[in-house]
């Protein structure tokens, strides 16, 4: 299908090798379930999911272990049967080296999964449809884990004009979008099919960057049958295959800043998210495992399936990394992150794991001044001014770094890739961005206790008011029944004032009167001689011990 | 001479009449000026500052009776941004309020509480839980870490427990680069 | 019309109150730490000097002059500056409350400062008429403003910058006002092409 289509070109970018070879020779294995599965229930963008098991319990393949945490969250599930040992607090993939709650579970190696039913999309509400995908734990499997069902949506219009699938695949390292493409272009564009229903899209438009011709081959064959659904070749550059660049690049159309895709009639997934949305809705099967790239410092470099929860060390052991390794990165060489582990499991969001070593990357030279030199800006597909962010950001002047929109950073790496100063340009924006998220939830703690403190305020001054009403309210009573009893015995020598007094002081010390007779003991009587010997002694006790304490007491005055 | 004085004073009475119908013309009602303090303010309402809550402090800011420089819980953050608003001088926090902690939140050891709901009173946001003789319990988000409910105590249950950091507070850190110590020549 | 023209671009950038005739110092050190208050000294200021130039000019030729009361020049000018500046201190109190508290002790200093009366005493000394004293005025102003403008915006890009210890703070500005002063020294070679 050598359909023309217009392509256009977005701003900057560079040409990192590829180094895809190595791990594309062979096709997809199926990496085996590993002694421990230890599954984070915080892998997508969004709430945590709430434990739904706990240790001792029996799980079986797709069963869920986590339930989403609101909307904005995707539910989490056991990737093999096995028992639960424990839900605790485990080293994340994360940078930051910080435990999270994880579900930690041991395969009984049978596999078996639950039952699984196709879910009929047709019949259900987009609503259902939607709900269905969140507790199927479908999120966005081009690294950013976004909820899926939170980007089927079309909208107020109702409609979408064009869809866009990613599978351009940019990073270097990077292929397992590519052997998916390969290996199971069919189950993707059904995926891809479902996709197009929801979202009520009139084309689909697959972008696949030219380096990869079999996934190319692969994909034009699968979607000959569909309409209106075409691959579109995008010429190799990183990075195509950030959303609003391949949108940038299928459609022309450049989403500004503050808005969104779907507010210009386009929406973009990754061609996993596709597979992953087909398997979760034609087969029945929640998102239990993803294909890795392993790549880098090994001997082995593959595409495996991985079930969530694997420990990265237990991948890297099917690969042979060589002895000099030193580092695992998950993702790819220009936006992965480092591991503080090799411990630390796959998750939704693994595409890649890169074996690294002091030779495959060196360490970076060291950081020399700005020179201003304009290359950043240059390279910078989000039409930033890179030089500028770096400036606020390292002077930590958060206010201006956000007027030259740093959050439109897509932290690709591109301006640190080509700065000839070395600058870790991407590591300042990634401080300042964190820096301004916690200042915004700070900002948000103190306004909601402003409220709260206000709303205390005012309780403490109505309950006074409240207090002082009523008191009032029985003041004035005491006193109309005062003035009442006193006009029936009519003493015309006082002055009604007084007559309120004194009717006031009288009812004072009928209410004494009648205190003390309640307070006065009223068992006294008809005692039998045995009660009133107890008393006899109680009381002859008691004059012992007022008796010895006398010396004590102070001499009455 | 005579002219002298009376081109003055015809002067003096032509501005003090235009100054006097602007007065009354651009009389300013309140000081929206508060308002836009105490939002910098971090609603602790834990009076350190010396003023009774952080609205008291941003008036007295306002009035220019108390420096930007008394809000611990602020910080330096907060002493800039105030500095900013204002045009002021940034100060060091005043050493005489308090020094910048962590942020913590009060947590109440319930084996010793008596329930005497004194701490209750105390809380200037409402997040402690309980009532008379019953356990009572801190709501650590909407805690703002004040420390208003430890002096009321009469069994020292409460305690401040710094906030741990985790996967979703955890936040990047400035780049700085380790210098490697030289390694040492072995003769 | 070229005069009304040259009256203005000469009072802007030739004879920069600031830069040239140094005149304003206080102001333009203590209010360019930020781009928004800086624009915003300079629109009072520019409300005044104007406001000024063109009621001492009035003052001068319709009072002092007839009357032989030349002598009382500064003392007048002085008390109709003062009112002036007074007036618009209630007016952006009205309507900015955050610029009249971070202008703060500027305000009421335009009264005092030399540029205010400078300007409309070199104005006099000029022998304007009415328009070239309003354009003078709001020329002189705008330059004033400029200055204070380009000062702030660079302030503020130092306030990221690498200096030494010993130079931050007023030193560094104190630099960076000279080098701008010789920068606009170079406006002089405008008055060959008249």
Known sequence: ?557 | MISAILVMALGAIVLGAALGYAAVKFRVEGDPLVEKIDAILPQTQCGQCGFPGCKPYAEAIAKGEAEINQCPPGGEEGIRKLADLLGREVKELSAEHGIEKPKAVAFIDEQICIGCTLCIQACPVDAIIGAAKQMHTIVADQCTGCELCLPPCPVNCISMEPLPESVETWKWKYPVFAIKPATKEVA | MTSYLFVILGAVLVNNVVFVRILGLCPFMGVSKKLETAIGMGAATTFVLTMACGASYVIDSWLLIPNQLEYLRTLSFIVTIAAIVQLTELVIQKTSPVLHQVLGIYLPLITTNCAVLGVPLLNVGLRHNLVESLLFGFGSAAGFTLALVLFAGIRERLEGADIPMHFRGTAIAMITAGIMSLAFMGFAGLDKYK
């Open chain 1, 1 to 557: 299908m050598s359909m023309l289509h217009r392509l256009f070109n977005f701003h900057g970018g560079v040409k990192p090798a590829y180094n895809k070879e190595a791990s594309t020779q062979q096709p997809i294995a199926v990496s085996p379930a590993p002694t421990f599965l230890v599954i984070p229930l915080h892998q997508s963008i969004g709430g945590t999911p709430r434990p739904l098991v706990q240790a001792g319990d029996k799980v079986l393949k797709g069963q869920r272990i986590g339930e989403a945490d609101g909307n904005v969250s995707s539910a989490v599930h056991a990737s093999t049967s096995g028992t639960v040992t424990a839900v605790e607090m485990r080293l994340m993939p994360h940078t930051s080296g910080l435990p999270a709650l994880c579900v930690v579970i041991e395969p009984d190696g049978r596999d078996e999964w639950i039952t699984r039913t196709p879910f009929d999309y047709r019949n259900a509400t987009p609503t259902q449809t939607r709900d269905y995908l969140r507790d199927a734990g479908v999120v966005g499997l081009g690294g950013a884990v976004f909820p899926s069902h939170l980007k089927l949506n079309p909208g107020k219009s109702g409609k979408l004009d064009t869809l866009v699938i990613n599978g351009a695949e940019c990073e270097p390292f990077i292929t397992c979008d590519d052997v998916l493409m390969r290996e199971r272009a069919e189950a993707t564009v059904k995926g891809i099919a479902i996709m197009r229903e929801m979202l009520a899209a009139g084309r689909v438009l697959v972008g696949i960057e030219d380096n990869k011709p079999e996934a190319i081959a692969a994909m034009e064959k699968a979607v000959a049958g569909e309409k209106d659904m075409a691959v579109i070749v995008v010429p190799t550059r990183y990075p195509a295959g950030g959303a609003k660049q391949l949108i940038r690049v299928l459609t022309g159309i450049e989403v500004p800043h503050g808005k969104r895709s779907t507010d210009y009639g386009v929406q973009c997934f990754n061609v996993g998210t596709a597979y992953a949305i087909y398997e979760a809705i034609a087969l029945g099967q929640p998102l239990v495992s993803r294909i890795v790239t392993v790549a880098g410092n090994v001997e082995k470099a593959r595409n495996y399936e991985v079930l969530f929860g694997t420990p990265m060390a237990d991948l890297i052991a099917l690969c042979d990394a060589k002895p000099d390794t030193d580092r695992l990165i998950m993702g790819g060489p220009m936006m992965g992150v480092r591991m503080p582990a090799d411990s630390v499991p796959v998750v939704k969001a693994t595409n890649c794991v890169l074996v690294g070593s002091p030779i495959l990357f060196p360490p970076p030279p060291p950081e020399m001044p700005c020179i201003r030199c304009g290359e950043c800006a240059k390279a910078c597909p989000a039409d930033l001014q890179p030089f500028e962010l770096y400036w606020f950001s390292r002077a930590k002047i958060f206010g201006k770094a956000q007027e030259y929109n740093l959050f439109d950073c897509i932290e690709c790496g591109c301006c640190a890739y080509v700065c000839p100063s070395h600058i870790p340009l991407v590591d300042y924006y990634r401080f300042a961005k964190s820096e301004i998220w916690a200042r915004e939830k700070e900002k948000e703690a103190a306004d909601e206790a402003r409220v709260r403190y206000e709303f205390r305020l005012f309780r403490e001054e109505r309950e006074k008011e409240e207090k002082a009403a009523r008191l009032a309210a029985k003041t004035a009573a005491g006193r109309e029944k005062a003035a009442a009893a006193l006009a029936s015995v009519d003493q015309p020598t006082t002055t009604p004032e007084e007559d309120a007094k004194k009717a006031l002081i009288a009812a004072a010390l009928e209410r004494a009167k009648a205190q003390k007779a309640d307070a006065a003991p009223q068992n006294t009587e008809q005692l039998t001689s045995e009660q009133q010997a107890e008393i006899a002694a109680i009381e002859a006790r008691r004059a012992e011990i007022r008796e010895m304490a006398k010396p004590h007491l102070p001499p009455d005055n």
